[in-house]
């Protein structure tokens, strides 16, 4: 597999605050236009809420640090609240998840 170095002074981090500042931006405006009182709502929750970031399966401590650096580089979340509000899911964990909310399960399983 070849890869392309990156532009000087151009970082892994500094590519993903970039698309998640870009995520959450359009987020928040998609939120506050189809929500009713959405932007009453928005600005209600938003710093108490929890960022979810899902990632590859074999991705681990060291890459979720750098999303978590990321995500406070893009203002997401302060330094102070990094651990308490940004949680990490891993591509396959979020799947059984969307399968058992998607996938009507429950009535497929007997107790």
Same mark, same amino acid.
């Given at each position: 597999?070849?890869?392309?170095?990156?532009?000087?002074? #151009?970082? $892994?981090?500094?590519?993903?605050?970039?698309? @998640?500042?870009?995520?959450?931006?359009?987020? /928040?405006?998609?939120?506050?236009?189809?929500?009713?009182?959405?932007? /009453?709502?928005?600005?209600?929750? #938003?710093?108490?809420? =929890?960022? $979810?970031?899902?990632?590859?399966?074999?991705?681990?401590?060291?890459?979720?640090?750098?999303?978590?650096?990321?995500?406070?580089?893009?203002? @997401?979340?302060?330094? *102070?609240? *990094?651990? *308490?509000?940004?949680?990490?899911?891993?591509?396959? =964990? *979020?799947? $059984?998840?969307?399968?058992?909310?998607?996938?009507? @399960?429950?009535?497929?399983? =007997? #107790?």
């Amino acid at each position: 597999m070849c890869f392309e170095e990156l532009p000087q002074g #151009v970082t $892994v981090e500094s590519i993903y605050s970039d698309f @998640l500042k870009y995520v959450f931006k359009h987020t /928040k405006a998609f939120f506050e236009s189809r929500t009713p009182n959405g932007v /009453k709502i928005w600005h209600q929750l #938003v710093d108490n809420a =929890e960022i $979810v970031i899902a990632h590859p399966n074999a991705w681990g401590l060291k890459e979720q640090s750098v999303l978590r650096r990321a995500a406070i580089r893009a203002d @997401l979340v302060s330094v *102070a609240q *990094a651990y *308490a509000r940004i949680r990490f899911v891993s591509e396959g =964990e *979020a799947s $059984v998840h969307f399968c058992i909310v998607h996938g009507h @399960l429950d009535a497929r399983f =007997e #107790v």
